[in-house]
């Protein structure tokens, strides 16, 4: 996919750009032609000799190089890539592509580029949850800007959170899917999947709920791989923070009724994923609020919530060709699992320990073992968005095989 694809890097100034030369040296093993623009604060952490040396071409670092004007203007050198990649792209330069700026040869290219952006943002998990940065984030993601990343962990000023550049091969396959995407390809192209994500709220009164720890990362992460691969996905989402992914179909819901009813009419599909947590029971729900005060504290009653991957596992000629449930288990892990997927007639299970310090409801990781009719599989912990991609090319290799 990356094959000849001709890709402008701009390395800016962050502490992550000591990955740029793996980057480059990885994009050509794939036979893509790469181009460097190293900002000022780039080069303060890697040399222009070397992006040079690694991408076989020069290094363009000045705006006012009468010679890079003559030879190659900010202009063509914009135009003349498949795409842009920012890696890393600081704070400063997503503020700067949203408001305009073009002061150096970076922010220049930037704006004056007709092509496709993508970026790898990196910087201080303060500087990443700032509002400031988050409210620029949507803007570009507005415009169309591709974005991978960041990730969390350790980061270079010792603090603890996002801000983690992506890794090379996470970025490696963002443009691959981009490439996929653009040629109109994928190896989900043509296939539909339905995917369940977050929690359910069950109402007890107009303004009570009862209400579980999901937080939908893991099942939009899931969604936005299948889409990456080319599947036309729907994506029925229980109340959650989570942004709608791109290029997914998505319906709201609240509680696991209407979250039911949202999957039957988003049928049929060939791929099926549940990942929500929908509650098993809802509580008889008063039309008036609870008052306090009564003689006895209120009692409530339950009623069980229909089982959407049971349901959309049975049997029929109407039946997805692949089913996958998760199941979330604080004992016994795997034998639950393998009991769930015989009960409920799936054909996978990522089984997932949800035990109090697992950090797996609302966290960004998750440890899973894929359990199918051939056995048990353990992938190693990873961020959830790389369970979902492994999931999804998982998904791309049944495809390959059976459909
Ligand atoms: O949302 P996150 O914070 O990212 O956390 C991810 C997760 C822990 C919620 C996710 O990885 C996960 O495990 N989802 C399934 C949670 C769950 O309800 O597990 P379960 O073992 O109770 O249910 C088994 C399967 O049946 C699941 O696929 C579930 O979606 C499905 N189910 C359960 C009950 C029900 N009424 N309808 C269902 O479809």
């Known amino acids: 996919m990356l094959e000849n694809r001709r890709i402008l890097l701009i390395v800016s100034g962050g502490i992550a ?5 793996d980057l480059i040296r990885r994009l050509r093993e794939r036979g893509a032609h790469v181009r460097c623009i190293l900002t000022k604060g780039g080069a303060h952490f890697v040399t222009p000799l070397t992006l040079a040396a690694l991408s076989g071409d020069k290094c363009y670092q000045e705006l006012f190089d009468l010679k890079d004007e003559a030879e190659m203007g900010h202009i063509r050198l914009s135009r003349e890539a498949d795409i842009i990649l920012v ?31 993508m970026i790898a943002p990196s910087m201080n998990v303060m500087m990443w949850t700032h509002p400031a940065t988050q409210s620029n984030l949507q803007i570009l993601k507005d415009r169309a800007v591709k974005v991978v990343g960041p990730s969390a962990g350790d980061l270079a000023c010792g603090e603890v959170g996002n801000g983690r550049m992506a890794e090379v091969s996470e970025i490696i396959a963002a443009l691959t899917r981009f490439f996929q995407k653009s040629d109109g390809q994928g190896p989900l192209t043509g296939l539909r999947a339905l995917v369940t994500s977050g929690p359910t709220h069950e109402p007890i009164d107009p303004v009570r709920y009862i209400a579980n720890r999901s937080s939908g990362k893991q099942g939009h992460a899931v969604a936005a791989a299948l889409a990456e691969l080319g599947a036309q996905v729907t994506l029925v989402a229980g109340p959650t923070a989570e942004p709608d992914p791109d290029g997914v179909k998505v319906t709201h819901v609240e509680t696991a009724k209407q979250m039911m009813k949202a999957c039957t009419e988003a049928l049929p599909a060939e791929i099926v994923v549940c990942a929500a947590a929908v509650a098993d029971w809802s509580p008889q729900n ?83 073992h894929l359990v199918t009719a051939e056995g048990v599989e353990s992938w190693p912990t990873l961020r959830k968005r790389a369970v979902a991609e492994r999931l999804a090319e998982r998904i791309a290799t049944f495809v390959e095989r059976n459909l």
């Open 286 to 368: 008063a039309d008036q609020k609870i008052k306090k005060g009564a003689d006895k504290t209120p009692e409530l009653k339950f009623a069980e919530n229909p089982d959407i991957l049971a349901t959309l596992a049975q049997a029929g000629p109407t039946r997805p060709k692949l089913v996958i449930g998760f199941a979330a288990e604080t004992e016994n892990l795997i034998e639950a699992a393998k009991t769930k997927r015989a009960k409920k007639n799936v054909d996978w299970i990522l089984a997932n320990d949800v035990s109090p310090g697992s950090g797996t409801f609302g966290g960004d990781s998750n440890t899973v």
């Open 17 to 21: 750009a000591v990955k740029a030369p």
């Open 87 to 117: 890696a890393p792209a600081t704070a400063d330069i997503m503020a700067k592509m949203v408001t305009g700026q073009a002061d150096d040869l970076a922010t220049t290219a930037l704006l004056a580029t007709d092509k496709p952006v």
